[in-house]
């Protein structure tokens, strides 16, 4: 009630542990890398859902890419989204000054979130001086763009966990993933891994981030998780995936279970 949130939403957990705190226990698992990036662990993997980071982890390393995860602040999408501008902008320099070094050592650094490669490559070149937000966005990727990448230049899809006989996956593309143009990544690097890919064309979900957590949109959201459930229709024996947050949350509701990251799918020890 004090934050506005709508009682007929379920909020997120948190995770029993972060992944940050995983991969400290844990480390790098590849001495002599073909690349070297560095993981943007966002608010939501670290905290909530560090299953779709550890995947993501796991899937650059089985093709050869050591995966560096330094402690970076938020992004600054939720305070921009509000209207906050500056203290967006405060949390664009700091990531800026969390990066750069990595940048320097020539590491690219990738994204799990699309809405946080949103921030790095379009909404920074407001936010920061003109050479240091080309530099960052010349050098972010999402994470199923760079694996692309990967397989393009001869990485080995046989390293990641491939599809059995007739896995059908329904994929609903994050809404700034597809201006982007990430969708067309996932799509490709899913079915190298052997999977039938079907689509939604419904661009928006409902929830909008914090949007349709809202007591005040609550029905708005509603009619437009309607319109994607309407287009995607029936997906029994499907897999379901969104590479966005509060989609993958709208799916699991809509369809009353879980609807993980794209790369959960190609990690060596998902199913």
């Given at each position: 009630r004090v934050a506005g949130v709508d009682s007929r939403r379920d909020l997120p957990t948190f995770a029993p542990e972060t992944l940050r705190a995983w991969y400290a226990d844990r480390g790098p698992c590849v001495t002599d890398p073909d690349h070297d990036v560095v993981l943007y662990a966002d608010v939501y993997t670290n905290y909530f859902d560090p299953a779709r980071g550890k995947a993501a982890i796991e899937t650059l390393e089985a093709l050869g890419v050591r995966v560096h995860l330094p402690e970076v602040p938020e992004s600054g999408r939720a305070p921009l989204s509000q209207g906050m501008v500056e203290t967006a902008r405060s949390r664009a320099e700091a990531v800026n000054a969390a990066l750069v070094g990595h940048l320097d050592r020539g590491r690219d650094?990738?994204?799990?979130?699309?809405?946080?490669?949103?921030?790095?490559?379009?909404?920074?070149?407001?936010?920061?001086?003109?050479?240091?937000?080309?530099?960052?966005?010349?050098?972010?990727?999402?994470?199923?763009?760079?694996?692309?990448?990967?397989?393009?230049?001869?990485?080995?899809?046989?390293?990641?966990?491939?599809?059995?006989?007739?896995?059908?996956?329904?994929?609903?593309?994050?809404?700034?993933?597809?201006?982007?143009?990430?969708?067309?990544?996932?799509?490709?690097?899913?079915?190298?891994?052997?999977?039938?890919v079907r689509t939604s064309n419904v661009e928006c979900c409902g929830m909008a981030g914090s949007f349709g957590y809202k007591r005040e949109y609550y029905e708005v959201s509603e009619v437009v998780g309607d319109r994607l459930r309407d287009d995607l229709g029936e997906t029994a024996g499907e897999r379901l995936v969104a590479d966005g947050t509060s989609c993958g949350a709208r799916l699991a509701a809509l369809y009353d279970r879980p609807a993980p990251h794209p790369v959960e799918l190609l990690a060596p020890t998902g199913k």
């Amino acid at each position: 009630r004090v934050a506005g949130v709508d009682s007929r939403r379920d909020l997120p957990t948190f995770a029993p542990e972060t992944l940050r705190a995983w991969y400290a226990d844990r480390g790098p698992c590849v001495t002599d890398p073909d690349h070297d990036v560095v993981l943007y662990a966002d608010v939501y993997t670290n905290y909530f859902d560090p299953a779709r980071g550890k995947a993501a982890i796991e899937t650059l390393e089985a093709l050869g890419v050591r995966v560096h995860l330094p402690e970076v602040p938020e992004s600054g999408r939720a305070p921009l989204s509000q209207g906050m501008v500056e203290t967006a902008r405060s949390r664009a320099e700091a990531v800026n000054a969390a990066l750069v070094g990595h940048l320097d050592r020539g590491r690219d650094v990738v994204v799990v979130e699309p809405s946080d490669l949103a921030m790095f490559r379009g909404d920074y070149e407001r936010l920061l001086p003109e050479r240091s937000a080309e530099r960052l966005a010349d050098g972010t990727y999402g994470i199923m763009e760079y694996l692309y990448g990967l397989l393009e230049n001869g990485g080995d899809v046989d390293a990641l966990s491939r599809a059995g006989s007739s896995v059908t996956v329904a994929y609903h593309a994050h809404c700034q993933g597809r201006t982007l143009g990430l969708d067309s990544y996932t799509t490709a690097v899913l079915e190298a891994a052997g999977y039938e890919v079907r689509t939604s064309n419904v661009e928006c979900c409902g929830m909008a981030g914090s949007f349709g957590y809202k007591r005040e949109y609550y029905e708005v959201s509603e009619v437009v998780g309607d319109r994607l459930r309407d287009d995607l229709g029936e997906t029994a024996g499907e897999r379901l995936v969104a590479d966005g947050t509060s989609c993958g949350a709208r799916l699991a509701a809509l369809y009353d279970r879980p609807a993980p990251h794209p790369v959960e799918l190609l990690a060596p020890t998902g199913k």
